[in-house]
């Protein structure tokens, strides 16, 4: 029979171990795009754009990083975290690749009280590491829609979609996949707008 001595040391080295179990640091990770895009001329360059919060139509926008191994079943990882809320990393991409595209005179933010001529809006279909048998993909699918500011009328409107290969399949894998999936987004998006 155990004693209540015996009892107490093994409760004590148990909490001892309990306590020296320690989860793996969490791993904060943010949007790079490379290079700047630059626009080879414009017809806009004496107007101001405000770029619009991204909505979202099935991914839920937030820090956490999203994958998924079918299509029903998705989940976050749980020691690894985007530097901000996705929409917000997402707006301040698109605001710096319009600024150092010059295709516009002003890049304004959805906060500014300024006025402005047209609205960037974008809305994300896709943002997340899928993993699917041996195949690891970043996916990003953005539509975006130019609108003209007095009218309200939509002058042009176009999703872009991406699936870039993972060179491996973790956190740092899918960042990295991510953010050349953005280069791509970037040099797209002032392509498709000074057209």
């Not at 904060?28 to 909505?55: C, F, M, N, W």
């Not at 933010?109 to 970043?138: G, M, P, Q, W, Y």
Request: glycine residues 6%; proline residues 3%.
């Amino acid at each position: 029979m155990l004693s209540f001595k015996n009892i107490s040391w093994i409760t004590i080295v148990l909490l001892f171990q309990g306590c020296s179990i320690k989860e793996p640091p969490l791993k904060i990770y943010t949007l790079s795009v490379d290079t700047p895009v630059k626009a080879h001329g414009s017809l806009r360059k004496e107007k101001t754009v405000k770029v619009i919060y991204p909505q979202s139509i099935k991914e839920k926008i937030g820090q956490e990083m999203n994958f998924s191994y079918s299509d029903s079943e998705q989940g976050s990882y749980q020691n690894a975290r985007w530097s901000n809320n996705i929409g917000q990393l997402l707006q301040g991409t698109f605001i710096e690749t319009l600024q150092q595209s010059g295709l516009f005179g002003a890049v304004l933010s959805f906060a500014s009280t300024a006025k402005e001529d047209f609205r960037l809006e974008s809305t994300i279909f896709a943002f997340s590491h899928r993993v699917r048998d041996n195949v690891s993909e970043a996916v990003v699918s953005v539509h975006f829609s130019l609108v003209d500011a007095d009218s309200g009328k939509l002058v042009k409107s176009r999703r872009f979609s991406y699936a870039v290969p993972t060179v491996t399949t973790d956190a740092k894998g899918y960042t990295d996949a991510t953010n050349k999936a953005l280069h791509q987004l970037s040099t797209d998006l002032v392509s498709w707008l000074e057209r």
